[in-house]
């Protein structure tokens, strides 16, 4: 597509439920990116995404935290027995390759855990 | 890993002044730093980047440079206007250093707040 569409936009959830959110990015880019951004707060690494390689997931807060990326585009990141403070914005990005090129965003999901 | 530091953390400016924002990184291997900017509400999105093989680059009224010996680099905004007011944020990308998969993953600095006033 265009750019990089995240889905939903807003997620309200109770404590304690799972959510799920979706990231499709921008046709041939091959990595993809998924940060964190609390409100007034900087960008978080959570996981990226790389080609066929083994994932980094050295920026999961958490082992409720999981994501997971098929055929090489479309991401899922899943949020296990949600908590108030993992309410936050969740960006994702994808980019042509993994050094030297800017990463295009996503206009993020905005999960409000109640 | 790579960190990034980023200062001011807020910047008030009258319009038409200059604007400078700076940060340093630790991961000498780092190679590749963009800028990115983000409206109240909104995506960030990049503004400017710089490679490590030159040491500025503009962009009309923006500019970016690059110390590698020193390890820092900063954006300067010239003749600024109201509609420049967003949140700025720097990124370095992970060099050879980082490992693996970690490399090109972009570390962000904490973001400066930068307020134009008409």
């Known amino acids: 597509g265009a750019g990089v569409s995240q889905s939903p936009s807003n997620k309200v959830t109770e404590k304690g439920k799972d959510v799920e959110l979706r990231c499709d990015p921008i046709s041939g880019h091959t990595a993809l990116y998924w940060y964190r951004q609390s409100l007034g707060q900087g960008l978080e690494f959570l996981i990226y995404?790389?080609?066929?390689?083994?994932?980094?997931k050295s920026g999961l807060p958490s082992d409720r935290f999981s994501a997971e990326r098929t055929g090489g585009s479309v991401s899922t990141l899943t949020i296990q027995r949600t908590q108030q403070e993992d309410s936050a914005v969740y960006l994702c990005?994808?980019?042509?390759?993994?050094?030297?090129?800017?990463?295009?965003f996503g206009s993020g999901t905005r999960l409000t855990v109640v | 890993g790579e960190n990034v530091e980023q200062h001011p953390s807020t910047l008030s400016v009258q319009e038409g002044d200059s604007a400078v924002i700076k940060c340093t990184y630790s991961d000498s291997a780092s190679n590749y730093f963009p800028w990115y900017k983000q409206e109240l509400g909104k995506r960030p999105q990049l503004i400017i980047d710089?490679?490590?093989?030159?040491g500025e680059k503009k962009d009309q009224r923006i500019a970016v440079t690059l110390n590698k010996t020193a390890k820092h680099f900063s954006l300067h905004i010239t003749e600024t206007q109201p509609e420049d007011s967003a949140v700025y944020f720097c990124a370095a990308s992970g060099g050879a250093n980082a490992g693996g998969t970690s490399y090109g993953k972009l570390t962000f600095g904490q973001g400066t707040i930068l307020t134009v006033h008409p």
């Open positions: 710089i490679r490590s093989n030159v």
């Open positions: 990005a994808s980019s042509f390759a993994p050094v030297g090129y800017g990463y295009t």
């Open positions: 995404f790389q080609g066929n390689s083994a994932p980094d």
